[in-house]
């Protein structure tokens, strides 16, 4: 593994990202949480997150204590990672449907609802992920690996050897598979 590059975990939120990040942590990286969102009925496992992700724009200077380490950040903050760092992101691809249901269950257990028609979010989605995955590719300091959610959790040991390869080795992925959780793969497309 290189020790001066950032590994990113990205996606759509409800896409896998809290279980990647704990993949990686049991494979032995270091992850960057602030541990303030608590292990719910919605990531029962926890989310694996630092609240400063969502003020990247604002103040992205933190983000070099995460360099040797992992860190997770939804998808459409990555543009204002800043570009003196290399990272190595793993971005998690899940069908929209699956991520609009995932979603919506968690919004119905806190008491709040969401207004926005499921095929407007849907475009919305697919509208954006083009954008920031294009925006990604014109990176020279930012290398994607983009994994399925419903690949990883279907064979959790050929997907740990890939993100293992893919940041340089020395995870331990007999560790990594062993987290993918079929049962918590709960809203399923068609």
């Known amino acids: 593994m290189d020790k001066n590059t950032i590994t990113v975990v990205s996606g759509l ?9 704990k993949m990686l942590e049991a494979g ?10 608590e292990a719910d009925d919605d990531n029962p496992k926890g989310y694996y997150e630092d ?6 724009h604002k103040d992205n200077s933190w983000i070099k204590e995460a360099v040797g380490k992992s860190v997770k950040v939804i998808y459409n903050f990555l543009v204002n990672l800043p570009p003196e760092h290399r990272y190595n992101v793993v971005f998690l691809r899940r069908e929209i449907a699956e991520v609009l249901a995932s979603q919506k269950k968690m919004l119905e257990r806190r008491g709040t609802k969401d207004n926005i028609p499921d095929d407007k979010m849907a475009a919305f989605f697919r509208k954006d992920l083009e ?31 890939r993100i293992n ?14 987290i993918a959780d079929p049962g918590l793969y709960r809203n399923r497309a068609g």
């Open 165 to 178: 390869g893919f940041l340089g080795g020395g995870l331990d992925v007999q560790k990594m598979a062993e």
């Open 13 to 21: 939120p409800r896409s896998g990202t809290s279980m990647m990040m």
């Open 28 to 37: 032995g990286l270091e992850v960057i949480a602030d541990n303030q969102r």
């Open 131 to 161: 954008r920031v995955e294009a925006w990604l590719a014109k990176q020279p300091n930012i290398d994607v690996l983009y994994l399925g959610y419903h690949d990883v959790v279907k064979d959790p040991m050929a997907n740990a050897e």
């Open 51 to 56: 609240q400063r992700f969502k003020t990247l």
